[in-house]
């Protein structure tokens, strides 16, 4: 597997990168596995939150402009986006190996939590307690996911397109999603399509 | 969440191991855009889970640690204990349950993950073309406007009748302002989440 290449950049005139040699990377296939079993067990609710913060803010093997633009590709492509984000990471630094590691760490231990927990909840389904904990920590989950993307809002400044078209492409996306619940193909076909013709436009040959 | 009494032959395995494989490429940005797919084929057409055990299956993997489509394997997991009789039922229904889980996961996972591979090489190797440019940078405005949407979904998602709406908001909105503003662990926010909700605010 050769050495991981730097993503990319949204714009020419952001500083690179840090090279290959220095930048932080995960040591093994086992770091891998670990590093996303330990990822799974925070994200409750979804691990999206949690990926962001531990990869890009902690571990920083992620800038935030490869973050986005992985994240692009995991959404866009079918399946589960944060398997197909941690298969992304672990084949750029390990090659089938690394993809196994880091889709294998998201999933095995967090499906024997998930067992044990659905075989508890079968002897407490009744307690009115326990519901009202799923719906609380739910709605958490939501601010967590939603308090993602606005903080990768400063990130769009350095679009191509400009921070205000790119804020007007994303409000569209928010109420064409969650207020007119327009499926989200017709949305990446729709709006992705725009954005991305514009942005091609932009760009140079 | 009582079992239901169904029997499951091996044609029924096959066909529930294709309809998931199908689901798996359709599924575009998470398997829970193919929740009410899944509904229609398990307990609609099929009859193999009851309405209340396809909802916890979606609840349960909500709340819990892990990436959402593990709410996938819980549906084959009570489609296995389904057909061994419950949790009653011992090491048979156990066995069964597990083959269930084994089904409907390498379903969901094998087709998508497998083009997700090849894609994502493809577009290592094709990364300096315009058109691969074009499409990762200019779908960065997409990606932030979909993450705040599907957290309004979320948090929006499960409303109790007998609570104000503006509670939710509000309990959503905190989380996400703190989560934006300090570096507290996610699971703090979760805790404290978790403890509003069985006290009974939202």
Redesign the interface.
């Known amino acids: 597997m050769a050495p991981p290449?730097p993503?990319?950049r949204?714009s020419p005139d952001t500083p690179p990168p840090l090279d290959s040699a220095t930048r932080p990377r995960p040591s093994s296939p086992a770091d891998l596995f670990w590093s996303f079993t330990w990822l799974?067990?925070?994200?409750?609710?979804?691990?999206?939150?949690?990926v962001q913060?531990e990869l890009v803010e902690k571990k920083r093997w992620l800038t935030h402009e490869e973050f986005?633009?992985d994240?692009?590709?995991?959404?866009?492509?079918?399946?589960?986006?944060?398997?197909?984000l941690s298969?992304?990471l672990g084949?750029?630094y390990f090659g089938?190996r690394g993809?196994v590691a880091a889709?294998g760490g998201?999933?095995a231990v967090?499906?024997v939590?998930?067992?044990a927990?659905?075989?508890l909840?079968?002897h407490f389904?009744a307690q009115?307690?326990?519901a009202?904990?799923?719906?609380?920590?739910?709605?958490?989950?939501?601010?967590?996911?939603?308090?993602?993307?606005?903080?990768?809002?400063p990130?769009?400044r350095k679009?191509?397109?400009g921070f205000v078209?790119?804020?007007v492409?994303?409000?569209?996306?928010?109420l064409?999603?969650?207020w007119f619940r327009v499926p989200?193909?017709w949305?990446?076909l729709g709006?992705?399509g725009v954005?991305?013709?514009?942005?091609?436009r932009k760009?140079?040959? | 969440?009582t079992a239901i009494q169904i029997t499951m032959a091996w044609p029924d395995w096959l066909a529930l191991l294709l309809q998931f494989m199908l689901l798996?490429?359709?599924?575009?940005?998470?398997?829970i855009?193919a929740v009410p797919d899944m509904h229609r084929y398990l307990v609609v057409q099929q009859g193999w889970l009851s309405d209340a055990q396809f909802s916890?299956?979606v609840?349960?993997?909500?709340?819990?640690?892990?990436?959402?489509?593990?709410f996938v394997?819980?549906m084959g997991?009570n489609v296995g204990l389904n057909a061994g009789g419950g949790?009653a039922g011992g090491p048979h229904a156990w066995a069964l349950g597990l083959l269930g889980?084994g089904i409907t996961?390498v379903g969901?996972?094998l087709?998508?993950?497998t083009?997700?591979?090849f894609?994502?090489?493809w577009?290592?190797h094709n990364?300096?073309r315009?058109?691969?440019?074009?499409?990762?940078?200019?779908?960065?405005?997409?990606?932030?406007?979909?993450?705040?949407?599907?957290?309004?979904?979320?948090?929006?998602?499960?409303?109790?009748p007998d609570s104000p709406a503006w509670h939710?908001w509000l309990?959503?909105?905190?989380?996400?302002?703190v989560?934006?503003r300090t570096k507290i662990h996610?699971?703090w926010?979760?805790g404290?989440?978790?403890?509003?909700?069985?006290?009974?605010?939202?």
């Open positions: 290449s993503a990319p949204l799974a067990l925070q994200g409750f609710g979804g691990v999206l939150a949690v913060r986005l633009e994240w692009a590709v995991a959404q866009v492509l079918p399946g589960p986006n944060v398997i197909n298969l992304m084949d750029r089938l993809a889709v998201m999933l967090p499906l939590v998930i067992l927990l659905a075989i909840y079968s389904a009115p307690q326990v009202g904990a799923l719906r609380g920590m739910g709605a958490v989950a939501g601010g967590l996911i939603a308090a993602v993307g606005v903080k990768l809002l990130q769009l679009h191509v397109l078209p790119c804020l492409l994303a409000a569209v996306v928010v064409a999603i969650a989200l193909a949305v990446l709006v992705g954005a991305c013709g514009l942005t091609w760009l140079t040959p | 969440m798996s490429m359709m599924s575009v940005s998470g398997a855009t916890s299956s609840a349960i993997a909500q709340a819990a640690p892990g990436p959402n489509v593990l394997a819980l997991w949790l889980l996961m969901i996972m087709p998508s993950t083009l997700a591979w894609a994502t090489r577009l290592h990364g300096q315009r058109g691969v440019r074009a499409f990762k940078q200019g779908m960065a405005p997409v990606v932030v406007g979909l993450l705040v949407a599907t957290g309004l979904i979320l948090a929006n998602g499960n409303q109790r939710l309990v959503a909105g905190v989380a996400g302002l989560v934006w996610l699971l926010l979760l404290a989440g978790a403890l509003l909700g069985a006290l009974g605010f939202v």
